[in-house]
């Protein structure tokens, strides 16, 4: 493990010991049994190490990090432990991501990025017919690749450099409005009245405005229709931004090779990738890195 990998998971420890788990009262002091050898704090940053090393294997990654990461994670418990643990923190991955993008200065931003990708759980008949994904994934299109996936679709809507925000897994066979829309009425508090935000042309729809400008205070800003008076243009160059966050997840951070077999397990691991992503981030703004989204120094 680098120097600056090593940083970046004390800074993390640091933060979740002192401000992030206090705050959501996370405390095995008073839970009954036997406490774990890995504490709540050190699981999340086993987990960021985990996915910024390129890990996608669990098995891989445990047996790794028995041999080389005891120094710093004296109790890392076995694969089967270790996916149970990571499986039951899902509230508080997704509350650490939170914590991070507020301590960010892009948090204060007036734009926001929205999107969705595919995520493929799997490739053949056979797999669809067995899967315990049944009943929860689908069958979906993807424009930009030519080509139709069995999966689901991961919505994000993040800051400019790829800070996550909101996110959530759909069918592919949902609307992409109505998925948006009922992120945005679950975490509305995470959007300011005032703020910008960005989708493609997929959101286009006189509902969806109404409720982004009516029941949020926000603004939608798409590119435009051809069938449509001219409005915002066709934001080509801004519109890269959030494709290229996505390229960040399913290249370094792996997102496509999840290996998920239950919906839990899929939530999981696609968690385990956006707390990555936002503690790359975080821990860039911190140094004054350059390059806020970049994780080369860390995958090593």
């Known amino acids: 493990m680098n120097p600056e990998l090593n940083t970046l998971l004390t800074t993390l ?15 095995r002091d008073r839970r009954p049994g036997r406490k774990p050898g ?23 990654w445990i047996r790794y990090a028995r041999t080389h990461l005891t120094g710093m994670f004296p109790g890392i418990p076995q694969q089967p432990g270790y996916n149970k ?4 923190a899902g509230t508080l991955i997704s509350a650490t991501i939170t914590a991070l993008a507020k301590d960010t200065p892009s948090w204060h931003d007036v734009l926001r990025l929205v999107d969705s990708t595919p995520l493929p759980c799997g490739m053949s008949r056979e797999t669809v017919k067995r899967s315990d994904l049944a009943g929860h994934a689908g069958y979906g299109y993807c424009a930009s690749h030519s080509r139709y996936f069995w999966g689901f679709r ?16 759909a069918n592919p066979k949902i609307g992409e409005r109505e998925v948006t829309q009922a992120l945005l009425e679950k975490d509305h508090h995470l959007v300011r009245a005032g703020q910008v935000i960005l989708g493609d042309k997929g959101f286009a729809g006189k509902d969806f405005e109404r409720f982004i400008t009516e029941d949020l205070g926000a603004h939608l800003i798409r590119p435009d229709r051809k069938d449509e008076k001219p409005r915002f243009g066709k934001l080509g160059g801004i519109r890269q931004w959030i494709e290229s966050v996505f390229d960040t997840l399913k290249g370094q951070l792996t997102l496509e090779d999840h290996g998920g077999r239950t919906l839990e397990g899929v939530k999981a691991r696609v968690a385990a990738r956006l707390l990555a992503l936002a503690a790359g981030i975080w821990h860039n703004w911190r140094i004054d890195a350059p390059r806020k989204r970049s994780l080369i120094a860390y995958d090593h």
């Open 38 to 60: 890995l504490s709540d704090a050190e699981l999340l940053c086993l987990a960021v190490a985990q996915q910024l090393l390129g890990y996608s294997s669990e098995t891989r």
């Open 154 to 169: 991961l919505y994000l809507i993040s800051t400019p450099e790829g800070m996550p925000v909101i996110w959530g897994l």
């Open 85 to 88: 643990r990571l499986r039951a």
């Open 13 to 27: 420890y640091v933060l979740l010991t002192d401000r992030v788990l206090p705050d959501l009262g996370v405390s």
